[in-house]
């Protein structure tokens, strides 16, 4: 069992900078890849970045070069630089782990969620 807990939203102008930070607690031993997903208002939910526990990174194209995946490892938190922000960056975001390991307290292809965290970007 793996719990997700999303910070660091809030309101900022156009142009702005935010970072998100999600911490994880629980078994994170079973934690492979993490990765932060959003979804805006009437809208689908959507990838937007993901980093495997080696620290490989994948961006989703349109927001390639103002968003940046991190994660620590020993304290079991990743993050999400987020610049240059844009109206239609407005969402909740959300933290995502997936558990793809062998172990007896594990649950393989068990997907865990962080319940969001609002950012509103201004024009």
């Known amino acids: 069992q793996v719990q997700l807990v999303e910070s660091g939203g809030g309101l900022v102008q156009a142009g702005g900078s935010l970072r998100l930070s999600c911490t994880a607690s629980?078994?994170?031993?079973?934690?492979?890849?993490m990765g932060w997903y959003r979804q805006a208002p009437g809208k689908e939910r959507e990838s937007v970045a993901a980093?495997?526990?080696?620290?490989?990174?994948n961006y989703a194209d349109s927001r390639q070069g103002r968003f940046t995946i991190s994660r620590d490892n020993a304290k079991n938190t990743l993050f999400l630089q987020m610049n240059s922000l844009k109206p239609e960056d407005t969402a909740v975001y959300y933290c995502?782990?997936?558990?793809?390991?062998?172990?007896?307290?594990?649950?393989?292809?068990?997907?865990?969620w962080g319940k969001g965290t609002l950012v509103t970007v201004s024009s």
């Open positions: 995502n782990a997936q558990d793809r390991k062998l172990w007896y307290s594990c649950s393989y292809g068990m997907d865990y």
């Open positions: 629980g078994d994170t031993h079973c934690i492979s890849a």
């Open positions: 980093i495997t526990s080696g620290g490989s990174t």
